[in-house]
């Protein structure tokens, strides 16, 4: 057997489908973002960073660099191991407390990623429940379909974010089985909010867990940026909130937050938490820094807000095609894949612009798209750029323009 064939030609199908990603070498400014060197290409040497998922560039902030390096100092660079066999250090134990007060459970749990989280949390929980059925929106991330599937449970989909269809698979499953509902708050390729307080409901009427996946919005709505949940004012209606510490909050690493008994079952079962080295003091404590200072400040939530709606009208006003969105996620549509990575190469190469497309599998065929988050640094003069470049490549490629009524309807 061939086997190097096998995946010569799994990199072919994805170059033939126009899909294979490569990556670009940036070297973020410290003091300075969204600037950043370019290290990978030819071409603008410097760029301008449109797509980076640190929406409110706390991954920059003093309060957050600083106490990295102040745990770096006094603890060292690692973990030391798994918490099992090498102990629980002291700054991730204090982090995990400030995210169960953060969304008023009583417990959390930090693991290394959103992904670990999500995968290890929901296969543990729906394994311990015989039985059940997962009802999961159709558009939820990869990492919670690899959690359902890896719970061995059934699950059923309900169309996105329709709540008459969800109501309809939870009345045609057995009452008497344990139930869980999986969804997100912002959902990140279209920018759009789940109706949270309906599904709640349907979870109170049918006697169904509810399972928030919050990465996208955690540090950036409710009043001390809890997500979502808190801004609507449901988070004591929701069993089990997963977030990250990799997006507004800056760090890397995921958790949930939940009952101390569910928090110690994922604790004590799940393999991606056991067998997994903790994160380091110095992640831990930059992000307590960081979800303590955006519990009391709202100056970048409300900054970043401001910079998402100054953009989504600039685009519009000149007939580019901003898809609907009423969060912070700004997508351009372009509906094809090799012209949405001809659009960015030209961006990166021309005008120094730093996008990614985004293709399928992320999206559907024919929605391919330029993810855009604008954030506090990104000022008046940058937005002048990038209207003015993105119309220059529009032209380029003969993409068409829409009515500038209808741009963002």
Partial sequence: MDYGRIFSNAVQQLHEERRYRIFTELERHLGAFPKATNHSRDGAPDVTVWCSNDYLCMGQHPVVTDAMKEAVDRMGAGAGGTRNISGTHHAIVGLEKELADLHGTESALVLTSGFVANEAAISTIARFLPGCV???????????????RHSGAEKKIFRHNDVDHLRELLQETDP?????????????????????????????????MTYLDEVHAVGMYGPTGAGVAERDQVMDRIDVIQGTLAKAFGVIGGYIAASSDLVDTVRSYAPGFIFTTALPPGIAAAALASIRHLRTSNVEREKQQERAAELKARLAAVGLPVMPSNTHIVPVLVGDPALCKQATDMLLDDYGIYI???NYPTVPRGTERLRITPGPGHDNRMMDHLVDSLLKVWDRLELDLVPAANAAE
């Fill in 134 to 148: 997962i009802f999961s929106d159709e558009l939820n991330h990869a990492s919670m379909i690899a959690g359902i």
């Fill in 176 to 208: 008497d089985l344990p139930k869980l509902i999986i969804f997100e708050s912002v959902y990140s390729m279209d920018g759009d909010i789940a109706p949270l307080a309906k599904f709640c409901d349907l979870a109170e009427e049918f006697g169904a």
């Fill in 356 to 358: 990614q497309p985004i």
